[in-house]
C-alpha cells in the first residue's frame, strides 16, 4: 500500500484528483515570464502594422542580393592605393580615438571613483554627466563635431573621443573602485598624497583590467570608425559608401574585405595580449 | 622619558550613538611597548584610529609629538601621519607590486610631487628598504609578488612599510589575528625587536591574552569603552582580567594552561 502513488500526491494541470498528464514544473511558476512574451510578441504586431512592411514583395527581391555580392565579389583592385590609405585612415582614427580617451579616462575614472574622490556628490556628478554622454550614439557625436569642426579625420577622432571616454570613465571608475579600502586606508596613513596614493597603488592593481577594457574598445572603435566614415569623417567608411551609391561594387567589395581582415586581425590580438597577461 | 602621545578626557561617540570611548585618559613615553586588551567593541581600534585620524573624536584632545592631532588637516596632517607607522591584521599591501616596491610605499609620504606621484624612488632608499627586509628575514622574496607570500610573511612586509616611515610611533590592529601560532610568535618578536633597537615606541591591540602579558611593558584594559586597567603586566591579577572580560582567566586561554 505504502508504495502506491495515490492520487492526492500528483499536481496535475487541472490541479483536480484524475491525473491525465503529470505535470513536472515547479509548484509556483514564475508568471511574468509568459505576460512578458505575450507583451514582445503584441509589440512585434503593432510595429510590423505601423512601419507596413510588405514581406512578400520584398521575398521577391531576394535574388537581387545575391546580385548585389556576386558584383561585390568581383574585385576592382584598380582603386586599391585609395582603400589602401582609407584603411590606414580609419585605423590611425581608431588608435588616436583610444589613446587620447584612455588618458582622459584614466584622470575622469579617478574622479568619478567614490573610494579615490571621497567627495560622494563630486563622483556620482561626474558619472552622471559620462552616462549622459554614453546615452547620445557616436555618430550623432561625430555629425555634431563634423559641424563644429569641418570635415575631415579630426571631426572622426573627437568624436570617438567623446563616447570612448564616457566609456572608460565608467569602467575605469569601477575597476578603481574594486580596490579595497582598507589597501588605500594603508597607504594614506603613512601621509602618502592622495594622487600618489593614486599613482602608486589604484593603478598598479587596476593595470591589467585597463588592459583589457583598452583591447576590447580598440576593436568597438575600428568597426565603429568605419562606419563614421559614411557620414563625412574620413576613412574606409566614405570609400565603401561613395562607391556603393556609384555602383562601383568591385572597390567597395575590396574597401569591405579590407574591413573584416582588419576586424579580425584586431580580435585575435586582443586575445593574444589578454593571454599573455593573465 | 619623554611623552610622544597623550589622550586627554576623550570620548568618541558614533553617528550611531554608540559611545565607544569614555573620559579615556593615558600617555605613553618614548620606547614604550603597550597593549591594548579588552572585548570586541570595547574601543580599542577607535584608539588606535584616532591617534592617526582615521577617526574624529567627540571631545578631549589627542597630543601627539608636541601637536595637537584634532586641528590637523591637509599637509600638516599628511606630515603628522608619516611620523605614525601602522600595520593591520589583513595587512593591507598592494598585491599586485613586488615586496620591495610594497616596503618603498613607506617612504611616499616623504617624497615631494612629483617624484611621489611617479614613485621614483632615491637609491638611498632602495638600500634601506632592502636592509630592511633582510633584518625581517625576507631579502630572498624582494622581487616576489605580496600576492605570492603567506600570511606571516605578508604582516612582514607590512612591518617593514611601517618601519620605511622612520615613525616614532608605530600603531597595530590585531597584528596576529589572521595568523597560526608560529607566525604569531615570530611576528610579535621581530615587532619588540625592531621597535626597542629603534627606540620606537608601539601600541597593539591584542586579542591574546598570553601575548600582551609576555611582550608589552604596559598594558592597558578597556571595557565598554573606558580604561579599567593601565599598569604594568606583573600588576595584572585575575580580578583584573574577569572585570574586563566579565569572564574568569581560565575561560579566556584555550587548552588551559599551554601558554604558561
Known amino acids: 500500500m505504502e508504495n502506491t502513488l495515490t492520487n492526492s500526491d500528483i499536481y496535475t494541470d487541472s490541479g483536480n484528483l484524475s491525473p491525465r498528464k503529470i505535470t513536472v514544473g515547479c509548484k509556483d511558476k514564475n508568471k511574468f515570464i509568459p505576460r512578458f512574451m505575450i507583451g514582445v510578441l503584441l509589440l512585434a504586431v503593432v510595429s510590423l502594422v505601423y512601419l507596413n512592411i510588405d514581406w512578400l514583395k520584398i521575398a521577391g527581391r531576394i535574388p537581387q542580393i545575391g546580385t548585389v555580392f556576386f558584383k561585390l565579389a568581383h574585385f576592382d583592385f584598380g582603386n586599391i592605393g585609395l582603400i ?49 554622454l554614453r546615452a ?33 570613465t565608467k569602467s575605469f571608475a569601477q575597476s578603481f573602485e574594486s580596490i579595497s579600502d582598507e589597501t588605500l586606508e594603508a597607504l594614506e596613513v603613512t601621509g602618502t598624497g592622495r594622487l600618489s596614493v593614486f599613482t602608486n597603488a589604484v593603478i598598479p592593481a587596476a593595470f591589467s583590467q585597463i588592459i583589457a577594457w583598452t583591447g576590447m574598445r580598440l576593436e568597438t572603435n575600428f568597426s565603429e570608425c568605419a562606419i563614421l566614415g559614411m557620414v563625412g569623417a574620413g576613412g574606409v567608411g566614405f570609400v565603401i559608401s561613395r562607391n556603393l551609391q556609384n555602383y562601383q561594387y568591385g572597390t567597395a567589395g575590396l574597401a569591405i574585405l579590407f574591413v573584416f581582415i582588419i576586424a579580425y586581425l584586431i580580435e585575435r590580438l586582443f586575445v593574444a595580449i589578454k593571454k599573455k597577461i593573465q | 622619558m619623554d611623552s610622544i602621545l597623550k589622550f586627554d578626557n576623550v570620548s568618541k561617540i558614533y553617528s550611531n550613538g554608540t559611545q565607544a570611548l569614555k573620559n579615556v585618559s593615558f600617555s605613553v613615553n618614548e620606547g614604550e611597548f603597550i597593549s591594548v586588551i579588552g572585548p570586541s567593541g570595547s574601543g580599542k581600534s577607535t584608539i ?38 601602522m600595520i593591520f591584521q589583513n595587512y593591507n599591501l598592494v598585491y599586485s607590486l613586488s615586496v620591495l ?56 612586509v607590512g612591518i617593514a612599510r611601517a618601519i620605511m616611515q622612520n615613525p616614532k610611533l608605530l600603531l597595530c590592529d590585531e597584528p596576529i589575528a589572521s595568523l597560526d601560532p608560529s607566525s604569531a610568535k615570530t611576528i610579535m618578536d621581530l615587532l619588540k625587536d625592531m621597535t626597542h633597537k629603534r627606540n620606537i615606541a608601539c601600541i597593539v591591540n591584542l586579542h591574546q591574552l598570553d601575548a600582551a602579558l609576555k611582550y608589552s611593558t604596559r598594558i592597558i584594559g578597556l571595557s565598554k569603552g573606558t580604561v579599567i586597567f593601565d599598569g604594568a603586566p606583573s600588576e595584572m591579577t585575575d580580578d583584573v582580567i574577569e572585570s574586563i572580560y566579565g569572564t574568569s582567566r581560565e575561560n579566556l586561554m584555550m587548552g588551559g594552561a599551554e601558554n604558561e
Open chain 2, 48 to 85: 588606535l584610529r584616532s591617534i592617526n585620524k582615521l577617526i574624529d573624536i567627540s571631545s578631549g584632545e589627542i597630543y601627539f609629538d608636541g601637536d595637537t592631532v584634532s586641528v590637523q588637516k591637509g599637509k600638516n596632517l599628511r606630515h603628522m601621519r608619516r611620523k605614525i607607522g
Open chain 1, 84 to 132: 589602401g590609405s582609407a584603411i590606414l585612415e580609419t585605423v590611425s582614427i581608431a588608435v588616436l580615438s583610444l589613446l587620447y580617451s584612455l588618458v582622459l579616462g584614466i584622470v575622469f575614472g579617478m574622479l568619478a571613483a567614490r573610494n579615490i574622490t571621497k567627495i560622494k556628490w563630486f563622483s556620482v556628478a561626474t558619472q552622471s554627466f559620462f552616462t549622459f
Open chain 2, 101 to 156: 616596491q610594497n616596503v618603498l610605499h613607506g617612504c611616499l609620504g616623504y617624497m615631494n610631487g612629483i617624484s611621489g606621484v611617479l614613485g621614483n624612488y632615491s637609491e638611498e632608499d632602495k638600500k634601506r628598504a632592502l636592509s630592511l627586509l633582510q633584518e625581517l628575514g625576507m631579502k630572498q622574496f624582494c622581487y616576489n609578488r605580496a600576492s605570492d607570500l603567506s600570511g606571516g610573511q605578508k604582516q612582514r
Open chain 1, 136 to 168: 547620445v550614439p557616436t555618430p550623432i557625436w561625430v555629425l555634431l563635431m563634423l559641424v563644429c569642426l569641418g570635415m575631415g579625420p579630426e571631426a572622426g577622432v573627437a568624436g570617438l573621443c567623446v563616447h570612448t571616454t564616457a566609456f572608460f
